[in-house]
């Protein structure tokens, strides 16, 4: 069964404090390991897909790496507007259209 | 924002009640998911689509039933509604099994 679990729940920063939060994964094979920021009372907003360890992608102040056992999403400086719940989630190798499994969740508060 | 709509956006309904939920999208995407997101619990999947008429469970499909009779509408059913089913419905579209999904901005229901 694939799982997906992140830490920490919570994370409480000041602004320009650098943070990472983490995803740790167990998969039969991963087809796509996928980054979500969500607002309150919305949907995920897809931030990456990275498919293979060892690969990286950055976005403004977020950067999200990949190795075989975990994926880390990188916060540098964040302003407030960075305060979200980031969702991570996995598609494994497989016949079909499967879905994504998911973690619960990083609650991220970046205070001024 | 990708091209998907959901409606009803709120729902208040009594135990024992049938509820359709319906997911549109203008992107002409292939495959429709439709995901239910409750507290401790990351998204978990309820049935998706790859097709017309071509639909298939997922994790959490109990007491759910699903139908596309067009590319653009995927719609959920509660058969009969339950306190258990309170949460908050998010759909999500793809163009190929392993691309990335975009998620509609949800419909809340409430099950009394």
């Known amino acids: 069964e694939d799982q997906v679990t992140q830490s920490p729940e919570a994370l409480r920063l000041q602004e320009g404090e650098s943070s990472s939060l983490n995803c740790s994964y167990t998969?039969?094979?991963?087809?796509?390991l996928f980054w979500y920021r969500q607002d309150p009372g919305k949907g995920p907003e897809f931030l990456f897909t990275l498919y293979s360890a060892g690969e990286e992608k950055e976005k403004e102040r977020l950067k999200a790496t990949l190795t075989k056992k975990e994926s880390f999403l990188h916060i540098t400086a964040p302003k407030p507007e960075d305060s979200a719940t980031y969702l991570c989630?996995?598609?494994?190798?497989?016949?079909?259209?499967?879905?994504?499994?998911f973690g619960k969740g990083t609650h991220l508060i970046i205070q001024p | 924002d990708a091209g998907i709509t959901q409606s009803p956006r709120h729902k208040v309904t009594e135990t024992g009640t049938p509820v359709t939920l319906r997911c549109h999208q203008t992107?002409?995407?292939?495959?429709m998911y439709w995901y239910r997101q409750d507290p401790g619990h990351g998204l978990r999947l309820i049935h998706y689509?790859?097709?017309?008429?071509?639909?298939d469970k997922g994790e959490v499909s109990d007491g759910y039933s699903v139908s596309r009779s067009k590319t653009e509408d995927f719609l959920l059913t509660l058969e009969s509604a339950t306190s258990s089913q309170t949460s908050v419905y998010f759909c999500a579209i793809s163009d190929y099994t392993e691309e990335t999904q975009y998620f509609g901005p949800g419909t809340r229901l409430l099950v009394l």
């Open positions: 998969v039969s094979g991963l087809r796509g």
């Open positions: 689509s790859y097709g017309v008429k071509d639909t």
């Open positions: 989630a996995v598609q494994a190798v497989g016949g079909g259209a499967d879905g994504l499994t």
């Open positions: 992107e002409n995407h292939r495959y």
